[in-house]
């Protein structure tokens, strides 16, 4: 599953530079999660890094986005190699 913020959200800015995905960004009103970059933290940390920060406890998994740990793995490789395609073009 990707995580969703909910309106409890203080926007403290926290979160934001602990997600190893660039996930996390400032909405019209509070940060948001981009479900398609949000790997659960999977490929990176044993746990989820946005929820271990907040203050408020406002990033509850999203039930519209189960995902397998299988899934997230893929979404995670697939991050990889977007990124990786970047830092190449960047360098040439
Ligand atoms: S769970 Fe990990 S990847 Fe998903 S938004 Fe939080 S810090 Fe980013
Ligand atoms: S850590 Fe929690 S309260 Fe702070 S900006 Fe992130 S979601 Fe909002």
Redesign the pocket.
Known sequence: M??LITDECINCDV?EP????Q??FMGPEIYQ?DPD?????VG??EA????QVCPVNC?PVDPARVEDHQTLWQKYRRLQVVQGDVTRARAA
Do not use: W
């Open positions: 990707a995580l979160c602990e997600c190893p995905n996930a996390i999660i970059q949000c790997t659960e933290c990176h940390f989820p890094q946005c929820v990033i």
